[in-house]
């Protein structure tokens, strides 16, 4: 527009064109902007409720270890419980095995090389 055109309208009726597209863009960003947030503030909370979760996890986990080991000493107290009791069984089904064994003299050979054995 030339100034006479601008002349003949008068200075109230002449409007500058809006930017639609850059409004639209503004308008778009700030919806996506909103978007984003939302979801950044729900994955937030659902990383502290996995991290809370998993030290739920680490400390059942520990305290299985701590039985596990527990269980474990337990074991081998019993195992050589177990292997003394049987050393004592041993020894004293040999001692009753010796007593009812009689022990009869070894007689010698007679020098004729004949059995003293009577038949």
């Known amino acids: 527009m030339d100034e006479a055109e601008m002349d003949l309208r008068g200075p109230d ?18 919806v996506l902007a909103a978007v984003l947030w939302a979801k ?3 994955s937030r909370g ?13 400390s059942e986990a520990e305290a299985l270890r701590t039985l596990a080991a ?3 000493q337990r074991v081998t107290i019993l195992e050589k419980q177990v292997q003394g009791i049987r050393t004592e069984r041993d020894e004293a089904n040999t ?21 003293t054995i009577p038949r």
């Open 13 to 30: 009726l002449v409007r500058p064109q809006r930017p639609w597209a850059l409004i639209g863009a503004a308008l778009l960003l700030v």
């Open 40 to 42: 950044w503030s729900e």
């Open 46 to 58: 659902e990383v502290e409720r996995l991290r809370s979760e998993l030290k739920v996890v680490y």
């Open 70 to 72: 527990q269980a474990q």
């Open 95 to 115: 001692r009753a095995t010796e007593r009812m064994v009689p022990k009869t003299p070894a007689k010698a050979p007679s020098k004729s090389g004949k059995s």
